[in-house]
């Protein structure tokens, strides 16, 4: 490939829970406010203290970590490794398009709360800022491709792109993309067009 491609910083994102503040109340008590463990480097999101367990009948994924701040409606992203083992059939989506998804059972202690829907896959996305986008060429909804080198060195395609006031250029990708590209957590990838 070209090593002319300009580099994206990518993250990798282990599974986790967003909670509306209805839910959040109903697990952590009125009122609750969720503490912050640590920013998160591309949005404007943050990693809590507080996790959850969630169960799909015998099935139990334990310490899954919450992700702030509350939004509208409950959502969980997994990997599809997790969807597996939960026996879940569990749909790519993008973020916020929780319609025909399976629920669960999300447990905080004595406490728990059954989930009609709002789990998905979240399919491979681009976040850039306004300016950011301008300097790549990129556009709100464009689908690009992304490679990564290296021992593992593989082409993710069909990515696509979100385009945010507050968000800083990086490329997601689940747990199972970061392991089947040989990456831990972060690394670079480079923008293919």
Not at 5 to 12: A, G, L, M, S, T
Not at 55 to 75: C, D, E, Y
């Amino acid at each position: 490939m070209n090593k002319n491609y300009p580099k994206i910083p990518v993250e990798i994102s282990a599974r986790h829970i967003h909670l509306s503040q209805k839910d959040l109340e109903s697990l952590f008590g009125k009122g609750y406010q969720l503490k912050i463990l640590r920013k998160l480097q591309s949005t404007n999101q943050f990693a809590a203290e507080e996790t959850l367990d969630i169960q799909v009948g015998l099935k139990k994924i334990s310490g899954v970590r919450i992700v702030g701040p509350v939004r509208k409606q409950t959502q969980v992203e997994l990997s599809l490794t997790d969807a597996i083992y939960l026996g879940l059939a569990v749909p790519f989506k993008e973020s916020g398009d929780l319609k025909n998804t399976p629920g669960a059972t999300l447990i905080n202690a004595q406490r728990k709360i059954k989930l009609s829907k709002g789990i998905i896959i979240m399919l491979r996305h681009i976040h850039c800022n306004p300016e950011e986008a301008k300097r790549l060429n990129l556009k709100q909804g464009e689908i690009v491709s992304v490679e990564i080198k290296g021992k593992r060195s593989l082409v993710f395609n069909k990515v696509k792109v979100r385009v945010g006031d507050k968000w800083k250029l990086c490329l997601h990708l689940d747990t199972d993309e970061g392991n089947a590209a040989g990456m831990v957590k972060k690394g670079v990838g480079y923008l293919i067009k």
